[in-house]
């Protein structure tokens, strides 16, 4: 039944939520009317979006909500969280349900064109990845011919996978689950020899989702990165100076860790000396201004969600359960690709 | 005649908006336009919508290729295949699940139903609480359960249980079994079937009639299932009995080989097949209770076996009381499989799902996702209403 309703469910939706928003007018404006800004994120990945215990969004995705809150509103706890299945993400977006997505969504060419999207600044740089049972001895991916393939469906994951064994002259068999809870369930009750992600989700279920009396050493993530998966967050079509916002929000943060701003000592940091800091703090005023939105748009930022850094290592880095290496999400000047242009 | 002598009788006297013939057209024309005119906004707003979100329309994409993989297909397809085969497989699934549920929940359903109507308590209250567990939990939870149960209760392939002498194989990957390898003669036994069961019908038909003019009685069913089968059968036998079989075989990380029955499948049908028959149940109870205790009487006292009397005096009448909520069943069956996304059989929603989601046409795709349905439930409908009708009471 579910599921019946979700197809009339996502007809209504469109047929409903494009006719309305021919009339609502620009983005921006409705999430200052409303006070408040509706944020895609996912259903549940530990260090990228997941409610904790006291039903508070966490993660790296829901920081760059927070952000983009922080930046229009100056609050960055006005924000409503609507987690989407990645079946239901861009039906949502497109219909007008929620203002962005991000949501560990790939940027893509049949994305940012065909589906009317545009998307903001890389979140998390991403790669696919296979994750088995150490029992199974298995140690490359070219080892994998014959298995069942536990996967999500209508994700880039599904296609690379497909892509990936004809490239490489392999069969495969798919069960193919929407809820990640069921396809994780799936994976860990042995029903799939592997199960495939983003190596980013693939560390987070071996660590958070492991059922009880099997352990996150019982499984292996094999050294095949398989695809690149630019992760960003999205928004529709129609409304760019909202997509300038979100993607200059994402740089800000960015540039705050460059230059050594952090949400500790970003009121210490107002009073220096230094002018690139002067004027992406808004102590020299300008750069709110021309973006729209209140002067003191990165300071707000930096003080209530953090620097890019600090967000990483809080949700996902060594802060957390998940303990990924900064890798290729490392400040351009430490070796990794996340670089900013100016803010000037 | 009352109101066409009222309307012409008075159209000469009354004022056009005092006359109920005009007024009645006027409005007629007003709902339609008011319809119309909705229907045309809502059509017109959103591809205006689309257009202006650069959003991609049509069907052209029903060609391109589909490019995932379906784990679970009647025929051939890969990644390669285009969108319209994916969608295709998708409802040749949903199709082999909604069949085989209507028909196992068909009989066990009447078995059930008719069972707690029987004399042995025991018996009639097992019936009772099958029917009340069943139909008062969500389906979804049954689907949830079934599914947990098969993965989690089998072992792996390696581990698999093996039956008759290792030739089929229990795991969580599902059921193998061997298989014939295909042959050519296969076609020819699928045409000698389909004569045989026309000759089965032909040979009920005869009998009936013989039994009418003669009261002859002849076993024309046993008879029927001989034909029905026996003309294959010699056209096997007459091509050489082929029988080379396909047998499972572990081979890496699974079987090959054989056929497979896949957990996904079964836990949906096993799902749907139970859940559906305490409906089933409840209404085959209602058709035989809506029969008046005479009527078996009568049939004990003219002689006829329990069995004669339920066939040919109890059932008919029943099923006069049986067939209309039956039909809802049966769509009810059909539409209910599209539970299958929850627990990853590939039917035709997941089919449709994964290209709204790959294509961002979510309007194109639903339309098709509604006129598959649609003409599903259509047929079934209309086929039971034939039936229906077949079984009717003919007043003479």
């Known amino acids: 039944m579910l599921n019946k309703f979700l197809a009339t469910g996502i007809a209504a939706a469109a047929l409903v939520g494009v006719a309305g928003t021919a009339h609502a007018g620009k983005d921006l404006d409705a999430i200052k009317a409303r006070g408040s800004l509706t944020c895609g994120v996912p259903t549940g990945v530990a260090g990228f979006g997941l409610a904790d215990s006291q039903g508070k969004w966490v993660g790296l995705n829901v920081d760059v909500c927070r952000a ?8 960055a706890e006005k924000v409503k969280y609507v987690p989407l299945t990645a079946q239901q993400r861009f039906t949502a977006l497109q219909s007008g349900e929620v203002d962005m997505l991000s949501n560990n969504t790939t940027e893509t060419l049949t994305r940012d064109t065909a589906l009317g999207f545009d998307f903001g600044a890389v979140t998390y740089y991403d790669g696919q990845g296979f994750m088995v049972n150490k029992k199974l001895g298995v140690k490359s991916a070219k080892e994998l011919n014959g298995a069942t393939v536990c996967v999500q469906p209508g994700t880039t994951t599904e296609l690379n996978l497909a892509d990936y064994f004809r490239a490489n002259k392999m069969t495969f068999k798919p069960v193919v689950i929407e809820k990640v809870e069921e396809v994780r369930a799936a994976f860990f009750s042995g029903r799939c020899d592997v199960y495939t992600n983003d190596s980013s989700a693939l560390y987070s279920t071996r660590v958070a989702n492991v059922p009880s009396g099997q352990s996150p050493n019982d499984y292996i993530v094999l050294p095949e990165i398989i695809s690149k998966e630019p992760l960003a967050p999205v928004m529709r079509h129609g409304d760019n100076q909202f997509v300038d916002i979100v993607r200059w929000t994402q740089y800000a943060m960015i540039e705050a860790e460059e230059y050594g701003i952090t949400s500790k000592n970003v009121d210490e940091m107002a009073k220096s000396d230094n002018p690139v800091i002067k004027r992406i703090l808004g102590v020299t005023p300008g750069m709110g201004k021309a ?8 300071y707000n930022v930096v003080k209530q969600v953090g620097n890019y850094g600090e967000s990483f290592e809080r949700n996902v880095g060594k802060d957390s359960i998940l303990k990924i290496d900064r890798g290729l999400n490392n400040l351009w000047t430490k070796g990794g690709l996340q670089y900013a242009p100016p803010i000037r | 005649m009352a109101v066409e002598a009222l309307g012409t009788a008075s159209r000469a006297k009354v004022a056009p908006w005092n006359d109920p013939v005009v007024r009645g057209w006027v409005f007629q024309i007003v709902v339609v336009g008011l319809v119309a005119g909705l229907a045309w906004y809502l059509v017109s707003n959103t591809i205006e919508n689309l257009a202006r979100q650069k959003i991609a329309s049509g069907f052209d994409y029903l060609g391109r290729e589909a490019g995932f993989e379906i ?20 409802i040749l699934n949903t199709l082999r699940v909604a069949v085989l549920g209507i028909i196992l929940s068909t ?3 009447t078995l059930i139903g008719v069972g707690r109507l029987s004399p042995n308590w025991l018996l009639s209250k097992i019936c009772e609480w099958y029917v009340e567990a069943f139909r008062n939990v969500p389906l979804l939870l049954w689907l949830f359960l079934f599914y947990k149960l098969i993965s989690e209760a089998f072992p792996g392939p390696r581990q698999a249980i093996g039956a008759l002498w290792n030739t089929v194989f229990l795991s969580n990957r599902g059921l193998y079994f061997p298989t014939p390898m295909a042959d050519l003669i296969h076609k020819w036994m ?11 019908i032909l040979l009920h038909r005869w009998a009936r009639k013989r039994q009418d003019a003669t009261g002859q009685p002849f076993p024309s069913i046993s008879t029927g299932f001989g034909v029905a089968l026996g003309l294959p059968i010699l056209i096997w036998l007459a091509a050489g009995a082929p029988s080379t079989m396909s047998w499972p075989v572990l081979k890496g990380f699974n079987f090959e080989g054989g056929t497979v029955i896949q957990p996904e499948f079964t836990a949906l049908l096993v799902g749907l097949v139970l859940y559906t028959s305490a409906f089933v149940a409840e209404i085959v109870r209602s058709g035989i209770l809506a029969l008046h205790k005479g009527q078996s009487e009568a049939a004990a006292a003219l002689g006829l076996s329990r069995g004669l009397a339920m066939r040919l005096v109890l059932l008919p009448q029943a099923l006069r009381v049986i067939v209309p909520p039956m039909t809802s069943q049966y769509l009810n069956i059909t539409k209910n499989s ?10 035709l929603v997941a089919s449709i799902n994964v290209t709204i989601n790959q294509t961002g046409q979510a309007i194109e795709n639903i339309l098709i996702i509604m006129a598959a349905y649609l003409s599903v439930s259509l047929s079934i409908s209309a086929f039971m209403n034939w039936y229906n009708k077949r079984i009717a009471l003919r007043e003479r």
């Not at chain 1, 973006?291 to 990165?298: A, R, S, T």
């Not at chain 2, 784990?71 to 998708?90: F, L």
């Not at chain 2, 599209?338 to 039917?347: E, F, K, Q, T």
């Open chain 2, 190 to 200: 699928g045409v000698g079937l389909l004569v045989g069961i026309l000759g089965a």
């Open chain 1, 68 to 75: 983009v809150a922080a930046t229009i509103i100056g609050d």
């Open chain 2, 71 to 90: 784990g679970d297909t009647m025929i051939e397809y890969s990644p390669a295949s285009t969108y319209a085969r994916a969608i295709w497989v998708g």
């Open chain 2, 107 to 109: 009989i066990l359903g």
């Open chain 1, 291 to 298: 973006l729209g939105v209140d002067e003191k748009w990165v």
């Open chain 2, 338 to 347: 599209s539970l299958a996304i929850a627990i990853g059989y590939p039917d």
